[in-house]
């Protein structure tokens, strides 16, 4: 049943209600947002590359407890870096250790990639999708996350990226714009100068793979849906409308720099490009700067700063991510977001195959 | 009439068949691309930023003398800078006028703004439709044009530069995406690293302004056209699908290049940032230099240089601009890909209204 949409090769394969996939975003996602976007209609997911094994189980089990529906869980791919020295760093955060009374270096919670205690929280849990950031996991390990059934989907940059994706037997290509908030996915060679937008990405991976596309990045309204679907798409997910919802865990800061809505891609954060709007730290350095260790790295410098900034109010040693479209989203519940996006796209694409005249 | 098309305010507007600008591309577009155009049912456009009032009034006749229908001139609006030192470029240059043995400093053709003179020739021609990039012309100027009864476009590439342009009383808004090739029309202050994708920014100026907004950049077929409208678009304006036609002057190079189409921003060829595939010029010295002299005063040193390297085969001194989806272009005459973008698109939105499923 196509329920109106132009294309139902993503509701066969999620059995979500409406082509949208509720966007993870590590940091600020999780069981509420996951619930609220079930409710309504979407996949709901979980962003599980900060979780430990057992925070997954746990949050997969707080999930199924209130909402029935696809669920997809996040993980990253990401080789860790060895033998970092992230002294230059430290010597640039410095001065506001000193601002800030920081002495303390506590753990902060480490991005790791996916491995097989992860994937055996995921053969217990089930979840009816998986998907992955920055490539796959190794051959034996995404055997194992297929043979549970569940649908896997990578995130591609590029066509490149998606072909290589396809060959590696993903069920779907998420093709992730420059316009998306948070971390750009790319994980194949190639200059972030080269970064490309939706409007051109989608097409090109569109006719570069024979699997479905979801498109993603600078999608926050039912327009955006309509035309994902125009370029070829057969699903979005969407990050940044979710913030704006109460369910989000993101600071008062942080919903006020989604209204204002001029991101950059910075490396400040994780030592990964990633795009959200300027606080104070990038105001400070500037978004880019050499001395940021490689991702995940960063982190941990900045995760007793963050958090004793925090305490004094100060937001910005955090990151704001928010993808271009941030000022189109607004603050309501999830699930009347999903059912939102679904009515406003299902009516624009009516309009769009009316051939009426608007004046 | 809208003839399937599901907002007609442009169509009402210029007197178009189909809702397409074909680009102006000062270097590559002229009489040949736009009488194509034309008879396609197009807007023809002809880019008169490096014509002299003369060269205007015998390309517009050229044009009316074939085609029957809206043509569009394009002007340039920039300040001229006073007083600027090339002379780190002409450094920079110096190895390859050695190389090449380039002795004379030739004049190059000059960008030069719309002035008096210009507008006088423009009263004489009668335009349908004038475009103008990097902002718009003194008022008194505009009121001139305005009074031709040629209605006039403004480019925008944020939501702020849309409401200023709709505020001086502009026609129709063109909403130009950081996908597209060449000159970037930003004019307003900003920072190059918030340009915004497509995707955004359409919905976005649709929201911030009432005229009708003509999306730009990223956009090769019938696809994107759809997915144009599906964002706000009441038309789109295409260019490197048009430098894809025989009738387009660029070199053998350039038209190569666009079938790769990995297309970054460039400051080397004008001093303004512009799209295009890398050739030797920017592989040798990198995308951006800061010795390169302000907006239009960089094409001076480079054009002997240009012109010897090309008698000896090379085109890599030259601007191959491209946008993001210059790899979807194919080569066909300029009437012909524009019934092809109208009847793809129109099939396009006709597929979205119909809620069938594709697998």
Chains 1, 2 share one sequence.
Not at 32 to 50: E, K, Q
Not at 162 to 190: C, K, M, N, P, S
Not at 318 to 344: F, I, N
């Amino acid at each position: 049943m196509s329920g109106g949409w132009p294309d139902s090769r993503f509701l066969a394969l999620s059995g979500a209600a409406c082509p949208v996939i509720q966007a993870p975003m590590a940091g600020a996602g999780g069981i509420d947002l996951a619930i609220g976007a079930i409710r309504g209609g979407a996949v709901g997911s979980l962003p599980c590359g900060m979780l430990t094994p057992d925070e997954v189980r746990a949050q997969v089990a707080a999930v199924r407890a209130a909402a029935e529906g696809p669920l997809n869980l996040n993980f990253f791919c990401h080789a860790l870096p060895e033998d970092v020295d992230d002294g230059a760093w430290r010597a640039l955060l410095a001065p506001y250790y000193a601002e800030y009374g920081v002495h303390e270096d506590d753990g902060s919670a480490m991005r790791l990639p996916f491995d097989a205690r992860m994937c055996a929280a995921v053969e217990e849990v089930r979840p009816e999708l998986v998907s992955f950031h920055f490539g796959l996991p190794a051959p034996a390990l995404l055997e194992r996350v297929r043979a549970t059934g569940a649908k896997v989907l990578g995130n591609a940059t590029t066509p490149d990226e998606a072909i290589w994706l396809a060959e590696r037997g993903v069920d779907a290509v998420i093709a992730q714009g420059f316009e998306a908030g948070g971390h750009t996915g790319r994980f194949l060679a190639g200059r972030q100068e080269e970064a490309l937008g939706l409007f051109a990405l989608v097409p090109l991976v569109a006719d570069a793979v024979t699997v479905p596309v979801i498109a993603a990045g600078g999608i926050a309204d039912g327009r955006g849906i309509a035309a994902a679907f125009a370029l070829g798409a057969s699903a979005v997910q969407i990050g940044t409308a979710y913030l704006a919802c109460p369910e989000s865990g993101i600071s008062d800061a942080h919903r006020a720099a989604l209204a204002a809505g001029r991101s950059v891609f910075t490396n400040l954060f994780t030592g990964g490009l990633a795009r959200g709007v300027p606080g104070r730290l990038m105001r400070d350095l500037g978004p880019i700067r050499p001395e940021v260790p490689p991702y995940p790295l960063a982190a941990a410098a900045l995760a007793p700063l963050r958090k004793a900034a925090e305490a004094q109010g100060e937001f910005g040693f955090g990151p704001m991510w928010a993808g271009q479209a941030a000022s189109l989203a607004r603050s309501e519940p999830a699930e009347v977001l999903t059912r939102r996006l679904a009515r406003d796209a299902l009516a624009a694409l009516a309009r769009l195959g009316g051939g009426t005249t608007t004046s």
